[in-house]
């Protein structure tokens, strides 16, 4: 059979998990109550196939060093990386053109495209593989392949699959798509078993995907091919990435995979399976993957509570106490804190949309916030001051930069720091502090092979991140991208 | 007449009113929605009254500073300030014969004392100054007056006064001191007008008082008065406070006025009085202070909410959704959160109560702590380092000190420090720093005339507040309260 290379899709802003997801740490990121991010298991599930070498990885460029750190923390095997980075998201059916497109002039033609998204939970690997040994059957004689999960109750949030005539024991050919139904229609759906849930994962080949675009979505493929003429590919160390150009993506119709191929293709086949698969949708759904205790309660972090039932309480941080709650979802992050009826945890969305519609940080952006070097932390701020817990990677290093209108005073709590301040280089150790005045232009590199942990009070009458003049950038970050650390 | 003193009794640790009110930081320091606390409302009441010159202020030692502060604020008339600080609470008996014998020794016998718990809040001025001028005049006749609040609701949660036979038009002897009655008891009382609502508020002559107290509870003060002659009178600057030796401060039973005194009284007169009066004895009783917007929600600090209705919503600091919630009480605190059903608010006290008997930090301190030079703030602690924002008063002065395993950086953020370090001694002016190694001594202070904002980066292997070594100190911390800043 072809080479198969996954491909994980990781788009999706989760805005009803807000707000642990956020727009500069998405779903995928959202950590599990094992640790392992979704990102991270669905890595897991991709390179765990048989005969898997490579993996291919659509994300948009914002969380691409995000991304590599979840990865790396379990390519353990060695596989291949390559990425696509979006400067924003598109909808599937760009992604899915540009990676077949990728994919047919890297691998060859005759390569099978698994489309994998990265914001769902499958809980049974092995009935997972075994649909993928099924799917790439179909996919060798040019079928479409989609993943019907088999339902387990009357869901109204998913879009269904029809099974038409079987195919085999395994499999049928799709008689229709069809959109999230009304209560009595998915209550039919679940009793018929005619009807199964649309998760969002293909497996096809990479002919046969270009063909179909260009039967029914020939302007996609066409705006896509045009992008990718303007692309650049990047090697890096351990992975290559394209950079989609930004203008010309643009052009491409913002359309999902569904409506542009699945929904018009005559040559869709579905394989149903029982997965174990939760789309993660809400909290209510994350509660469900944590036991209750006695009083139906779920909960992470310390709390006191009287009286209390069937909450799901997840404050990593701080002491929660609670009186006479019964069913409410209370989440808490440093910056913000969400307090929801858990049978209205969908409608957690309408709160980050009003956030987004003002413009509001909280919508974007965690008090944590990753960069390619590391991480830093606003841990306080007032008037004339700022303080930042800033983590530098292994290696990891700032851009050369300079500031106007602020000091930095710089105070090396666990690992080793090598600092420029102006013409002076000097190594900073534990404990150690240093003091970096207006003007000067100064850098921070850790040389170790611990993470540097560093405290950074900042001083003056201007604080503002874009008080930065940057001149070198081992990320490229100069000068695109000027106004972050 | 004779001369006035009103005496404000600021004990009470309001558990209901947890996160807010701790035991370092109890109920009388709470801040209402206009910005002042019940302590200095009810200075302002007190040293509003005719012919006022001179205050007594009962509380515990620990909370001098911090009393201090907030009577500074409004004490622009120069009334006179006398402390008499307790090493513990030891209730209101104890504390009235302190008072008493402490005014009866300063003032003369002849003065009255008017006792002003500070718990509680008073809206209608004029009234409560019309019913002093009533009881005053009932004092001088020997008579221990009360103040007794015309009920407005049948309340479940406070003691009642019984009306006996009218003294005046505006006063009656007490027939009798009823407790907490049940719900249809109180319903009775409301509607039969022979009873109102204790409140804790008392006018006598301290010659009365010390009648009384011979007659009736002689153990309470002979203990008081042998108390009396093993403790120290100190004159500050702007204030005189009486520290009570705990030693023998611990042997005087722990009784209530009511109990020690006023049920067994023969001589007890009550008028009675509609203050605008309320014990703001739970978050329920807070939240009448502030007007609720169109959906019945009042709300402090930012917020997003989504068909929430009733809700009671405190987070100064903190982004709060909401989701499908009514009737909820949501206060928010930098370590601490607590959500409640509003119906069920007076079961705060059970968190608390749980908190205490864990020993837990939360039920003590704030994560902002008050010192006789000022306030630090612990912005954050992790293995090996802690950080900490530190406001030191003009004039404020930390205890000249040294640490054995840690190493101290200071950041001026503003303002200006003159610091001691080791041997050298010099100033440290606006976004400068220094730097204290483990075994120097040193010491900061504020010399200016506008509060000095400094963040201290401590890092070391052992951060804990005991690793301390106080050599001087000018507010008498050396050594019995060698452990604190």
């Known amino acids: 059979m072809s080479t198969l290379i996954p491909c994980i899709i990781a788009g999706g802003a989760g805005t009803r998990l807000w707000p642990v997801s956020r727009e500069a740490m998405p779903k995928p990121f ?12 669905t890595f897991r599930r991709a390179t765990g196939l048989r005969d898997v070498g490579q993996l291919l990885t659509v994300t948009n460029r914002e ?26 998201g598109r909808n599937t059916a760009p992604a899915i053109a540009a990676a077949a497109l990728h994919v047919a002039q890297r691998y060859g033609e005759d390569a099978q495209l698994l489309v994998l998204p990265a914001d769902h939970l499958i809980k049974d690997i092995e009935a997972f593989a075994k649909a993928v040994d099924n799917a790439r059957q179909l996919a060798d004689e040019g079928w479409l392949v989609t993943f019907g999960i ?3 109750k009357a869901e109204t949030g998913f879009g269904y699959i029809e099974k038409g005539p079987a195919l085999s024991s395994e499999a049928y050919e799709v008689a229709r798509f069809v959109e999230k139904p009304d209560a009595a229609t998915a209550q039919q759906y679940l009793d018929g078993g005619l009807h199964l ?14 063909r179909e675009f260009k039967a029914y979505a020939p302007d996609v493929l066409a705006a896509v091919s045009h992008c990718l003429e303007h692309s650049q590919v990047f090697q890096g160390k351990q992975e290559i990435h394209l950079e989609l150009d930004s203008t010309t993506f643009a052009l491409a119709p913002d ?9 018009r293709s005559k040559k869709v086949a579905v394989v149903p399976c029982n997965l174990g698969w939760s789309d993660i949708g809400s909290w209510e759904a994350v509660r469900e993957l ?22 799901y309480i997840d404050s990593p941080k701080r002491l929660v106490g609670g009186v006479g709650l019964n069913d409410l979802i209370i989440i808490d992050t440093p910056d913000a804190l969400l307090i929801a009826d858990a049978k209205r945890s969908q409608d ?17 952006l965690h008090r944590t916030v990753t960069r390619p070097w590391g991480t830093y932390t606003v841990l306080e701020e007032g008037r004339r001051f700022k303080i930042k817990r800033i983590v530098v990677k292994p290696q990891g290093t700032l851009s050369l930069q300079m500031h106007h209108h602020r000091s930095e005073h710089w105070i090396v709590v666990s690992g080793m720091a090598r600092v420029t301040n102006g013409d002076d280089e000097f190594l900073l150790d534990t404990n150690e502090s240093t003091f970096i005045k207006p003007g000067k232009t100064h850098r921070l590199v850790n040389p170790g092979v611990v993470d540097l942990v ?10 503002g991140e874009d008080d930065i003049v940057r001149f070198t950038d081992i990320y490229g970050r100069v000068p695109v991208d000027a106004s972050k650390n």
């Open 197 to 210: 849930w649309n998760g969002g994962m293909f497996c096809m080949r990479v002919d046969s995907v270009l």
């Open 255 to 263: 359309i999902s995979i569904d409506y542009a191929l699945m929904e």
């Open 30 to 41: 959202m950590r599990l109550p094992d640790g392992e991010s979704l990102l991270q298991k």
């Open 454 to 463: 560093m405290i950074e009070v900042q001083s003056g009458e201007y604080l």
């Open 63 to 88: 969380v691409f060093f995000r991304t590599l750190d979840d990865y790396r923390q379990l390519n353990k095997g060695g596989v291949e990386l390559d990425f696509i980075l979006e400067p924003f």
């Open 348 to 364: 957690v969305k309408y709160i980050a949309q009003t956030l987004k519609r003002q413009g509001h940080d909280a919508y974007r």
């Open 290 to 311: 944590s036991p209750a205790d006695a009083n139906g309660n779920q909960c992470n972090g310390e709390n006191v509570l009287h009286d209390v039932h069937n909450c």
């Open 150 to 152: 088999v339902p387990t």
